[in-house]
T-cell receptor, first 112, second 117 residues
Framework: GQNIDQPTEMTATEGAIVQINCTYQTSGFNGLFWYQQHAGEAPTFLSYNVLDGLEEKGRFSSFLSRSKGYSYLLLKELQMKDSASYLCAVIHNAGNNRKLIWGLGTSLAVNP | DTEVTQTPKHLVMGMTNKKSLKCEQHMGHRAMYWYKQKAKKPPELMFVYSYEKLSINESVPSRFSPECPNSSLLNLHLHALQPEDSALYLC????????????????FGQGTRLTVV
């Protein structure tokens, strides 16, 4: 089956760096997304990784290791507005279809 | 324009009502999705339309009926819903459905907060 694990909650301080991990088990991996979702709002795309390595986009970076089934989202210079849920989602091959499988999300609280 | 627009933003309906949720995008995306999201849970896929044809139905009860009148519009018709159907309903679109290639960055609308009474 398919399984995605990420921590339920994390807390960090404004200005700090935080790393949110995501591990996955899937028989047909074909890419991994990170989304940010503020309470009551729609998810917002942050990053996409399909090859091993680090993708950097401003204060946010995402890393993927396909052999380890592992990704992380790195948030630098944390701001209060970064308090949100961070969702890891994996594209999984299922026969002729590919599906997006979502993790349960990590709720990040940024404190002053 | 990287926007997916959903209407209404909020909807309260009785269990005998018939209502529709609407979703619109003008990015030329050929895949559109309906998701249901309960509080503190990830989005659950309901339907995928690809090139205006229903591609995936995740065993959704027939009281939810999707419709794709054209490539820019996606509707979700609701009839005889139950209180447990109360949730945030999210529409999303992406360039293609993830069959051809993996990168399917999906843009989400702001959602319709549905309450069934």
């Amino acid at each position: 089956g398919q399984n995605i694990d990420q921590p339920t909650e994390m807390t960090a301080t404004e200005g700090a760096i935080v790393q949110i991990n995501c591990t996955y088990q899937t028989s047909g991996f074909n890419g991994l997304f990170w989304y940010q979702q503020h309470a009551g709002e729609a998810p917002t795309f942050l990053s996409y990784n399909v090859l091993d390595g680090l993708e950097e986009k401003g204060r946010f970076s995402s890393f993927l290791s396909r052999s380890k089934g592992y990704s992380y989202l790195l948030l630098k210079e944390l701001q209060m507005k970064d308090s949100a849920s961070y969702l890891c989602a994996v594209i999984h091959n299922a026969g002729n279809n590919r599906k997006l499988i979502w993790g349960l999300g990590t709720s990040l609280a940024v404190n002053p | 324009d990287t926007e997916v627009t959903q209407t209404p933003k909020h909807l309260v309906m009785g269990m005998t009502n018939k209502k529709s949720l609407k979703c619109e995008q003008h990015m030329g995306h050929r895949a559109m999705y309906w998701y249901k999201q309960k509080a503190k849970k990830p989005p659950e896929l309901m339907f995928v339309y690809s090139y205006e044809k229903l591609s995936i139905n995740e065993s959704v009860p027939s009281r939810f009926s999707p419709e794709c009148p054209n490539s820019s519009l996606l509707n979700l018709h609701l009839h005889a819903l139950q209180p447990e159907d109360s949730a945030l309903y999210l529409c999303a679109s992406s360039q293609e459905e993830p069959k051809v290639h993996g990168n399917t960055e999906a843009f989400f609308g702001q959602g319709t907060r549905l309450t069934v009474v």
